[in-house]
């Protein structure tokens, strides 16, 4: 049970995505999958052969930036952002609503 239901207050209503999110799991997956295979392939070479691959931090920065989107809409979507609601939760619950459209905008 939250807080906001502990406390007798309603919570706001959360739809569920329309479009289905695994996609994007599947994205930040492959991402993160890709930034540890770049990363473990340019120290082992680095250290076999004193050589670095030149692309693997442009590479690695593209992929994190990337996973960092993918991970803002996914946290979007299932309304999962980081929030400090000390005023939003003393709102009636028009007051909340207003809030919640306020910061999708």
């Known amino acids: 049970m939250s807080d906001i239901e502990e406390e007798g207050q309603a919570a706001v209503p959360v739809e569920e995505?329309?479009?289905?999110?695994?996609?994007?799991?599947?994205l930040g997956a492959v991402a993160?999958?890709?930034i540890c295979l770049i990363s473990f392939a340019n120290v082992v070479v680095r250290y076999v052969t004193d050589f670095s691959f030149a692309f693997t931090e442009e590479y690695?920065?593209?992929?994190?930036?990337f996973m960092t989107?993918?991970?803002?809409a996914l946290?979007?979507?299932?309304?999962?952002?980081?929030?400090?609601a000390?005023?939003?939760?003393?709102?009636p619950p028009a007051g909340r609503i207003f809030c919640e459209m306020l910061s999708v905008v």
């Not at 479009?19 to 799991?25: A, D, G, L, M, N």
């Not at 690695?60 to 930036?65: E, N, Y």
């Open 17 to 26: 995505p329309r479009i289905p999110i695994t996609t994007e799991r599947a």
């Open 60 to 65: 690695s920065t593209f992929l994190m930036v």
């Open 75 to 84: 946290a979007s979507a299932g309304n999962n952002h980081i929030r400090i």
């Open 32 to 34: 993160m999958a890709l």
């Open 86 to 91: 000390v005023i939003v939760n003393r709102l």
């Open 69 to 72: 989107f993918v991970g803002a």
